[in-house]
């Protein structure tokens, strides 16, 4: 997008909305940006983690505001995003983040499961950016910042779906990029490897027949996972990492369309990138099956509700 205008990049007292403030990444990413003097509209969904957040940010000596978003409300988007415009005049920025993860292979994940899962990673994040654009091509700046996945680039075994949403958003992202770049605006897309938060805990998501031991895929998930629960167990890739990457795609002065957070993340993408597509097949996937094959038909602990 070099050929076109980046825009003035972002500044302190700047107006930002990230959306699932609440938790996780959106928690942190929320706090970073308000340390560095944006102002920050933090958009949650339980109007209970409002006064926390409040006070994790006046414990950095920082502060912003929570605002209750609900990406499966339309109202609430719309309201949401009117109350930043009326308090701050315009909005700079916007940083879809907040989304919900579904963990388990295609046949195992429900039809409600499954539509909850859209609605809420594609749908949601679709809602949000519409209902900011126009503020931002009416004031001929701002960016547009969406939190996508490695999985987005290469899908991962037993997350099908969920990578699918993260495709999507990255189509989503990259579409943007042309069609916001000729009113100075830019949309980019950050790309998380494998980070321990939440979402590998209490907001795990896995679909509840994935438990179930005849599932013919119940086996090889489980291994799967174990081998997930290693890699993000060791992964040195922290939230902060994440929060300073998207401080730095709002302030940039020429902004790359795509940011990959994590070693780990960078290599996989990498490999993709330069090696033959049949090398990689055999050798990235295959070889991660030939593992979960391997640990699957070894002793594997059941399912607990803690591993779900």
């Given amino acids: 997008m070099s050929a076109t205008s980046a825009g003035r990049p972002g500044r302190a007292g700047d107006a930002v909305i990230v959306t699932g403030a609440g938790t996780g990444l959106g928690r942190e990413t929320a706090l970073h940006l308000a340390q560095r003097g944006f102002r920050v509209f933090a958009g949650i969904r339980d109007q209970t ?3 926390d957040l409040q006070a994790a940010a006046a414990e950095r000596g920082t502060a912003l505001e929570p605002v209750a978003l609900d990406l499966l409300d339309a109202a609430s988007v719309k309201a949401a995003v009117a109350h930043v415009v009326a308090e701050a005049g315009a ?3 916007l940083v879809n983040n907040a989304g ?3 963990r388990g292979c295609l046949e195992d994940c429900s039809e409600e499961e499954i539509r909850r899962l859209f609605e809420t990673n594609v749908l ?3 809602a949000v950016t519409r209902a900011v654009v126009p503020h931002l091509r009416t004031s001929g700046r701002g960016r547009i910042v969406t939190i996508s996945s490695v999985g987005g680039r290469v899908v991962g075994f037993g997350v099908t779906l969920y990578c699918a949403t ?6 989503l992202g990259e579409g943007l990029a042309q069609e916001l770049a000729p ?3 830019q949309s980019i897309l950050v790309e998380p490897g494998m980070i321990n938060t939440t ?3 209490r907001h795990r998501g896995t679909a509840a027949a994935a438990a179930d031991p005849g599932s013919p895929y119940h086996d090889l998930f489980w291994a799967s996972e174990e081998i997930a629960d290693r890699i993000v167990t060791r992964s040195p890739t922290r939230p902060e990492d994440v929060a300073a990457t998207v401080g730095r795609a709002l302030t940039a002065e020429r ?3 795509r940011y990959v957070v994590g070693r780990g993340a960078s290599v996989v993408i990498g490999l993709r990138r330069h090696m033959p597509e049949r090398m990689f097949e055999r050798l990235y996937f295959g070889g991660h099956i030939r593992r979960v094959q391997r640990i699957s038909r070894s002793e594997l602990p059941a399912a607990t509700a803690e591993t779900r």
């Avoid at 993260?166 to 189509?171: C, V």
């Fill in 49 to 51: 983690a409002g006064a």
């Fill in 166 to 171: 993260k495709f999507a958003q990255e189509g």
């Fill in 91 to 93: 909005v700079y920025g």
């Fill in 100 to 102: 919900i993860g579904l």
């Fill in 124 to 126: 949601g994040t679709i």
């Fill in 255 to 257: 902004p790359r369309m």
């Fill in 199 to 201: 979402r590998w805990s």
């Fill in 183 to 185: 009113f100075g605006i």
